[in-house]
C-alpha cells in the first residue's frame, strides 16, 4: 500500500486487523478479546508509568494481565489491550525506510508476546536479536 499522504489512524487499525488475521487461528484465538487501540501518542500518565521522557519512544504497549498470570478466578476488571501509537510508528516508518505494514505488524506482535507473559528480552530473543 503506498500513501502520498500520512497513514489515518483508520490505516493503522487496518493494518494491525491484517496483521492479526494472518497469524496462526489458535494463538489468534488466545488474543480473542483482546481490544486494538490506536491512539496519536501515549498518554503523560503511561509515558510517566514507563519511565518514558519522549512519547515519540514508545510505539506500542500492551495493558492488562499476561495470560501466564490469569485465573479462572479472577474477575477481570478492564479488558486487556494493546495500544498502537501512531505518530512514534509513523517516525520510525521514516527514519528506518521499513515497510509500513511490516512495521505496524512487528509493533502488534510485539505486544502480542508481552499478553502470552514474554519479557523484553524473551520477545527479543524469539524475534533473533540475542
Known sequence: MR?????TTEDIITMAEDALSAIPAELRDMVRGCAIIVEEVAD?????AMGIDNPY???GLY???PLTQKSVLDTPSEPDSIFLYREP???EWIETGEDLFRLV????IHEIGHHFG???????RLEGGD
Not at 500513501?3 to 497513514?7: L, M, S
Not at 505488524?105 to 502488534?108: E, G, I, K, Q, S
Request: charged share 35%; aromatic share 0%; glycine share 4%.
Open 3 to 7: 500513501h502520498t499522504t500520512p497513514p
Open 44 to 48: 503523560d500518565e503511561t509515558l510517566e
Open 89 to 91: 510508528i509513523l517516525l
Open 63 to 65: 495493558r492488562g494481565v
Open 105 to 108: 505488524r512487528n509493533v502488534l
Open 57 to 59: 519512544d514508545l510505539t
Open 118 to 124: 514474554l519479557s523484553d528480552d524473551d520477545i527479543e
